[in-house]
Nanobody
Framework: RARVEESGGGTVQAGGSLSLSCVVS????????VGWFRQTTGKEREGVAA????????VYADSVKGRFTISYDNSKKMAILHMNMLKPYDSAVYYC???????????????????WGQGTQVAVSP
C-alpha cells in the first residue's frame, strides 16, 4: 500500500506564503501524478495543483494560477507546493493525492489506484 506523508501548512496572514510537501513511497507505479486537493467544511474537495512526474507537466486551478507553484524532487519522491499571496479563501484542509493520471485534477473521479495523504490545515487570516 502506498504511503503519502504530508507536512507543512499552518497559519498566515493574507498576502503571506506557506509551503506544503508530500512524500510518496511504495506507490505501485514508477511514474504518477501527485498534487493537492483542498476542502472546507460542507464543500466538496477541489483540485488545486498537480504535477506529472514523468515529464513535469503541471495543472492548476484557475483560483491559484500565478500564486501557487508545484514542483517535484524525484530523488526524494517529494512534491512541494509553494503558496504565495495567500487569501482567506485559500483556507482549507489540503490533501495530497497520488494517482495514475492527472484526470482527477480535470474533474474526473480519482482512480481506484489512488492514495490520499492525511491532510494538513492551512489558515489564512484577513
Amino acid at each position: 500500500r502506498a504511503r503519502v506523508e504530508e507536512s507543512g501548512g499552518g497559519t498566515v496572514q493574507a498576502g503571506g506564503s506557506l509551503s506544503l510537501s508530500c512524500v510518496v513511497s511504495e506507490f505501485h507505479a514508477s511514474i504518477y501524478a501527485v498534487g493537492w486537493f483542498r476542502q472546507t467544511t460542507g464543500k466538496e474537495r477541489e483540485g488545486v495543483a498537480a504535477i506529472w512526474t514523468g515529464n513535469g507537466d503541471t495543472v492548476y486551478a484557475d483560483s491559484v494560477k500565478g500564486r501557487f507553484t508545484i514542483s517535484y524532487d524525484n530523488s526524494k519522491k517529494m512534491a512541494i507546493l509553494h503558496m504565495n499571496m495567500l487569501k482567506p479563501y485559500d483556507s482549507a484542509v489540503y490533501y495530497c493525492l497520488v494517482d495514475i493520471t492527472l484526470s482527477a485534477w480535470y474533474g474526473a473521479a480519482p482512480s481506484p489506484a489512488k492514495s490520499w495523504g492525511q491532510g494538513t490545515q492551512v489558515a489564512v487570516s484577513p
